[in-house]
């Protein structure tokens, strides 16, 4: 069974502050991870993907990635009011992807 | 414009009568596929496609036919909708490269089943 974990949230942070969204999965032959961003009503737009341990910064976004502990998560720095929205975690294992059922963040100003 | 383009955005319908959603991509890449979102449950998979004519079962294909005849395309088929086939739609496409491939998705499809 593959898996993607996500705490639903509602995760509330300040203006300003760092959001930190986490992520767990299930699958060892996971090849690479995403971080999509849906505002409601809207679908899905990519933020980010991670393929290798470690970290990767664009812009206000980092992603980092453990592999060995089936963990990635997404740091938000300078959040916001925008940012408000619904992250969903995803990963590519084989053809296909996987998602969980994200995490809803509210920036609040 | 780059985009993905679903057809109905929204229908209402009644269970048994078969529907078609329609799905059109301009960007000319290999894989597309289609997704149903619940709450609670994210983004599931139902069919997704290598290229054409080459169709594969995601998490959930019961109830659902795709085909794949031309690049750009990909419908979605519902022969008998059932009310738990209610639910909100998406398709995607992706340059695919093996290891990583940026989905682009279409604006959604609302489907209610009576």
């Known amino acids: 069974q593959k898996e993607v974990e996500q705490n639903s949230g509602p995760l509330s942070v300040p203006e300003g502050a760092i959001a930190s969204l986490n992520c767990t999965y299930s699958d060892r032959g996971s090849q690479s991870f995403f971080w999509y961003r849906q505002y409601s009503g809207k679908s899905p737009e990519l933020i980010m993907f991670i393929y290798s341990n470690g970290d990767k910064e664009d812009g206000r976004f980092t992603a980092q990635l453990n592999k060995a502990s089936q963990y990635v998560s997404l740091l938000i720095r300078d959040s916001q009011p925008s940012d408000s929205a619904t992250y969903l975690c995803?990963?590519?294992?084989?053809?296909?992807?996987?998602f969980g059922t994200g995490t809803s963040l509210t920036v609040i100003p | 414009e780059a985009q993905v383009t679903q057809n109905p955005r929204y229908l209402i319908t009644v269970t048994g009568k078969k529907l078609t959603v329609t799905c059109s991509q301009n960007m000319n890449h290999e894989y597309m596929s289609w997704y149903r979102q619940d709450p609670g449950l994210g983004l599931r998979q139902i069919y997704y496609s290598m290229n054409v004519e080459v169709t594969d079962k995601g998490d959930v294909p019961e109830g659902y036919k795709v085909s794949r005849k031309e690049k750009r395309n990909f419908p979605l088929i519902l022969e008998s909708p059932s009310p738990n086939q209610t639910s909100l739609y998406f398709c995607?496409?992706?340059?695919?490269?093996?290891?990583?491939?940026?989905?682009?998705f279409g604006e959604g499809s609302r489907l209610t089943v009576l």
């Open positions: 995803a990963y590519l294992a084989g053809n296909q992807f996987y």
């Open positions: 995607a496409s992706t340059y695919w490269t093996g290891t990583t491939g940026e989905l682009f």
